[in-house]
């Protein structure tokens, strides 16, 4: 996680980002910063190990909050970096930040697999906002938009030996879910998505590949997504009580838009559910809590 020095609403991404508030007046920095601290702080309180590293004052990140679009730390120790889609974000790609963790969670670099050359080709993959994994079936999941282009979702793929699920969605306007994490999250047990915001024309592809990993496939619709309930992630945790368990994390906006049937399956599907409120990162920033977790596989 990366907590942020000069949080804001940050009007480049703003153009494909459709969670995120035009009123800028309310993006307040000391806000995030309390939202950041009390997310990090509620993760450790679950036994969840947690890597904080500071963002740098110049040049300004309004966007630093977000690491998970930047960098993805894997199993075995291959660690890949990103092309981000507007210039301003691509300071956020700092080796301070990757020497942290390799410092405190022990995460051991034997392979870097670097995309961010693609820039200059006008091409973006957006790390693990851009792509949605199933680790276990070794699947990538990827809604194309102006972040997430289609060539770099084979490309990255083909290199990480995953199968990748290309597919198109929407938000209730037409417009292109600017990240595919916004419609769809897979955890041990349960997949959510969003299912109507899907193309016709792909979507029985994509549930065909949910349901064959053997999860339960649990659907939300637009209004749920709306309020990041498809922008959840699990963790890895350990209790003295249970030893190694999971703690499904959301957002606690995501956590009201929930039905109570829903709910009840995600709750039965997990050993924790953590639901912390971020409404300023949310409302300004357009992302919400799996937006701020770079996960790492050691």
């Known amino acids: 996680m990366v907590r942020p ?23 307040d920095p000391l806000k995030a910063v309390a939202e950041f601290d009390a997310l990090a702080q509620a993760l450790r309180a679950e036994g969840v190990e947690v890597c904080v590293g500071e963002d740098s004052p110049e040049p300004a990140k309004p966007d630093a909050v977000f690491p998970n679009n930047w960098v993805s730390f894997h199993a075995g120790g291959t660690l890949v970096l990103y092309p981000l889609a507007h210039a301003n974000r691509r300071p956020e790609r700092r080796q301070a930040l990757i020497d942290a963790v390799v410092r405190q969670l022990n995460f051991k670099v034997t392979h870097l697999l670097d995309l961010t050359w693609h820039e200059g080709e006008g091409k973006y993959l957006e790390g693990t906002g851009s792509l949605v994994l199933d680790h276990v079936e070794r699947v990538a999941y990827a809604c194309t938009s102006p972040r997430t282009h289609p060539d770099l979702v084979r490309e990255w793929a083909q290199e990480m030996k995953y199968e990748p699920v290309i597919f198109a969605a929407a938000n209730r306007s037409g417009v292109p879910l600017y990240h595919t994490n916004v419609c769809l999250w897979i955890g041990a047990r349960v997949a959510v998505v969003a299912a109507e915001s899907i193309a016709k024309a792909d979507r029985a592809r994509v549930l065909a590949h949910l349901t064959a990993s053997g999860r339960e496939v649990i659907l939300i619709g637009h209004g749920e997504l709306e309020h990041f309930a498809g922008n959840m992630l699990e963790l890895g945790t350990w209790d003295e009580a249970l030893g190694d368990a999971r703690v499904l994390v959301m957002s606690a906006t995501a956590r009201r838009a929930l039905e109570p049937r829903v709910f009840a399956q995600l709750s039965g599907s997990t050993d924790t559910v953590l639901a912390v409120p971020i409404p300023t990162i949310e409302t300004f920033g357009g992302g919400s809590v799996r937006c701020m977790l770079a996960e790492v596989f050691r």
């Open 5 to 27: 020095k000069n949080f804001g609403f940050n009007p480049e991404t703003a153009t494909s980002n459709t969670f995120q508030k035009p009123d800028a007046s309310g993006a």
